[in-house]
């Protein structure tokens, strides 16, 4: 069976060896960290399966989805969705100190949105990408309707 990216913890372990240690001890930041990273190449993928375009328009695209005021929207639709784990991740993440802050983005967006990108990390890490894939399916909602919308208009 082929592989795909989400299958990239397990492949890594696979090549270069060594035991994972335990997600539930990494810092929410961390998991936010790499959590921003997925979360943006499943909207990138979403948005590039749709055809080629010109590479500004996939980047106009990709942000709208990807901005922290977008998956702070996001994390409002999905709350009911969660279980008492993914929640306690979410909240770990959203109420971790940061140092830093998006550009164009209030810090309440920000810190939901950093709970949602640690959620998204967890996930990932722990291997239930089809559960990532499906909050973000029920997150985009009516957002990626819209989007396909614009983007037949283009």
Excluded at 7 to 26: C, V
Excluded at 45 to 60: A, D, E, Y
Aim: charged share 30%; net charge neutral.
């Amino acid at each position: 069976m082929e592989k795909s990216v989400m299958d990239l913890p397990e492949i890594l372990k696979e090549q270069f060896g060594g035991e994972t240690a335990d997600i539930r001890t990494y810092s929410p930041l961390v998991l936010a960290y790499i959590g921003d990273g997925i979360y943006d190449l499943v909207i990138r993928t979403l948005i590039v399966r749709h055809g080629s375009c010109q590479p500004n328009k996939l980047h106009k695209r990709t942000s709208a989805l990807v901005k922290a005021s977008a998956q702070s929207e996001m994390i409002d639709k999905l709350m009911e969705s969660l279980t008492e784990e993914e929640l306690a991740v979410y909240k770990r993440g959203r109420n971790a100190k940061s140092y830093t802050m998006a550009k164009n983005a209030t810090m309440k967006d920000y810190r939901k949105a950093t709970g949602f990108e640690a959620l998204m990390g967890y996930l990932y890490l722990k291997g239930e990408t089809e559960r990532l894939v499906s909050l973000v399916r029920e997150g985009l909602g009516d957002t990626w309707a819209e989007e396909k919308k614009e983007e037949d208009r283009a």
